[in-house]
């Protein structure tokens, strides 16, 4: 066990940014629990991962990654770096190994998610355009925040950042709950991510498990106390 208080860093998922965990972050800081919230590139589960583990691996100290919906995948395999001691997941995607979040999700009912993604392209070196995917803005606020105030909703609803279509079919090459602990948080009223799936993977992940009865998928924006303590209770644990 370190006995320094392991860095948080903070990752967010699709269709949301770096800045849905403000709320959080100010919980931490004021534990002093120190925390980063990196920018996701949302363009594929292993180069994602890559960024996330490079990320990790360059701060001096013990780590506790922290995954957010597609965020929790991408955890799932940075989290082998040497130097996570934890992985925090928040109404999330729990991989296993060699699994896809398409092969994931597709065990359960779908949420009204799936029916409500936009698609358009984007230019890539090499060929053709490649798709990625955004919530209809209309549907945004019932589908991923629906306990976030009306005005904030409209807000998120058009600063997304769009997740890579490709990202759903790629599997996970490694699965860092075997050998590091975790713990979930599960948003009982998710319809971005049917919560069944949350339990689901937590559950097969041995993880400690806290679910939130009424959270949106937003939980972390309208919730962002629970969230935090969650965090700070891994924190304490692998400190």
């Given at each position: 066990?370190?006995?320094t ?25 004021r ?19 890559a ?11 013990p ?43 597709g065990?359960?009912?779908l949420?009204p ?25 209309d ?36 699965a860092?709950?075997?050998?590091k ?26 993880a ?19 969230v ?12």
């Open positions: 066990m370190s006995t208080t392991p860095t948080v860093v903070l990752v967010h998922g699709a269709f949301a940014d770096a800045a849905s965990w403000s709320g959080v972050i100010e919980e931490l800081q534990h002093d629990i120190p925390v980063i919230a990196p920018p996701n590139p949302l363009r594929g589960l292993a180069s994602d991962a960024y996330v583990a490079s990320v990790a691996a360059q701060i001096d100290g780590v506790v990654l922290v995954g957010h919906s597609y965020g929790g995948a991408l955890i799932t395999v940075a989290g082998t770096t040497e130097n996570v001691v934890g992985l925090v997941y928040v109404a999330a995607y729990v991989l296993e190994e060699g699994e896809s979040l398409g092969e994931l999700q065990r359960f009912a949420s998610l799936v029916s409500n993604l936009k698609q358009w392209t984007y230019p890539v070196a090499d060929g053709d355009p490649a798709v990625e995917v955004t919530i209809a803005a549907a945004f606020p019932s589908v991923f925040a629906a306990d976030v105030p009306a005005d904030v909703t409209k807000v998120l609803a058009v600063a997304q950042r769009p997740l890579a279509a490709a990202a759903f079919e790629e599997t996970a090459s490694a860092a709950w075997k050998t602990p975790s713990w979930a948080l599960v948003a009982g009223a998710d319809t971005a991510i049917n919560p069944e799936v949350e339990r689901f993977g937590a559950k097969r992940a041995g400690t498990v806290v679910e939130i009865e009424g959270a949106s998928h937003a939980v972390a924006v309208s919730q962002p106390k629970q935090a303590e969650l965090i700070r209770e891994a924190v304490r644990a692998t400190s």
